[in-house]
């Protein structure tokens, strides 16, 4: 319990009756002990108006689950409503990923508080105590009780988002309306049917076998090969950490390599996960279907951000040494500047020596921006140029990596998942793997 700063205004206006002695005569000082009296006198009327501590209950509410980008709600509510409750603040106290806001004031009598608070990285969020105080009918009281709703919320990759975009893909105009068709050599390696033979089908897809048992020219039809393996190779870095268009560069390639398995996973493809930052972390096993994706999705929120530079000779090293069959690779990751550009390529031309690998990197719309924006100052010009030189050296290596066979895709980190779904379908159709 402590005086409130209303209390305190009240007291002070006390000190005209204490110069009234000096002023008009030595024996009206008992009018100072009066007002103190009466201040203190409120002051305890206050109190015992003011509710009791233990008739207050304090709920606090939250998801157990919120995908990064998304706001977290946040309800605080006072379930019992005593009378003389007034002024009411509430302070929730905890750690983890997202900052909480300071003292917030609660509408008494019946309003809950409702709170949205930015996500920007995956991890947990504990709210260990939450702070109540009010003050008495009078507002000269202030009284403050804790509780310990011991609530934990995650903060996962935003599966909506990807199930968002997965829709945005199937419901688009130009896959309804087949505005643009691509015809590629050979429909697939695996056996699907036998169909009747035509003029103008290729002589070597004829079964000689089965026509010679109907008595009439077979051929076979064949279909995309199934069960394929997908290797989700991602960079776990201290680059990865930076955030980019409002999250971490390491949320965006998770995104990315969720949507994909997205796909894989339910068109019969293996999806592996293989992480490597400082130190390569494993390949995981082989995941696929509806279940499969699950377990994928949950591990891929188990990973945590670090501060340590990427060996990325050692990593892809590694994952080289535990693919024994030819695979598709998707290599997430992002370089700064040509020095890391220069490392990555190395590594990864020897990686696509056996395997097939699409190299995927996050486009930053401020270089962009300040590389296409008219200068006004010397200081917009120094940086305009900078930006510029950053871009050429982006397209340098990566124009090197095209040279060499490598898929590449740089682009920014809202179309970067859908980009590379097209390009996995597209690697499907033409049976490269």
Sequence with gaps: MQPSPRAFVIAGCGF???ILPVLVSARAWWLWLFWCAAVLLAMGIDALLAPAPRRLELEVKAPE??????????????????????????????????????????????EPLRLELPTTKRGRLRIMRAWLRYAGPLGLVRRTKSFEPKL????????????????GYFQSRDRRLGLRVER?????????????FLPGM????????????????????????????IVLAIDTGRLMAEPLDGLPRLD?????????????????????????????????????????????????GEIDYSDDE??????????????????????????????????????????????????????????????????????????????????????????TLRRRGIFCLDSQPANVGVQLVNRYLEIKRRELI
């Design 65 to 110: 689950q919120v995908g990064v980008g998304d706001p977290l709600e946040l309800t605080v509510t006072l379930p019992q409503l005593p009378g003389g409750l007034t002024d009411v603040w509430v302070l929730l106290e905890g750690r983890g990923v997202v900052s909480l806001p300071g003292p917030r004031h609660l509408r008494v009598p019946a």
């Design 310 to 399: 990427t060996n990325f000779t050692w990593g892809l090293t590694d994952l080289t040494t535990r693919l024994s069959r030819r695979t598709l690779v998707i290599v997430l990751t992002d370089f700064a500047d040509s020095i890391g550009g220069e490392l990555i390529q190395e590594n990864v031309q020897r990686l696509a020596e056996r395997h097939l690998v699409v190299f995927v990197t996050f486009r930053d719309p401020l270089l962009s921006d300040l590389a296409e924006r008219e200068p006004a100052t010397l200081g917009d010009l120094n940086r305009a140029i900078g930006a510029d030189e950053l871009a050429r050296e982006r397209f340098a290596v990566l124009a």
């Design 202 to 229: 290729d002589h070597r897809s004829i079964d000689w076998k089965a026509s010679a048992r109907h008595l009439s020219l077979l051929a076979r039809k064949y279909r995309v090969e199934q069960n394929r393996e």
């Design 152 to 167: 934990v919320v995650r903060v996962a990759p935003n599966i909506d988002r990807v199930r968002g975009q997965a829709l």
């Design 252 to 300: 965006h390639a998770l995104h990315a390599g969720l949507l994909l398995a997205f796909f894989g996973a339910r068109g019969g493809d293996k999806v592996r996960l293989f992480r490597f930052g400082a130190k390569p972390e494993g390949l995981s096993a082989p995941c696929s279907g509806r279940t499969g994706f699950q377990q994928l999705a949950s591990m891929l």
């Design 16 to 18: 005209a009756f204490a």
């Design 184 to 196: 590629y050599r050979g429909e697939g390696s695996e056996f699907d049917t036998l169909r009747e």
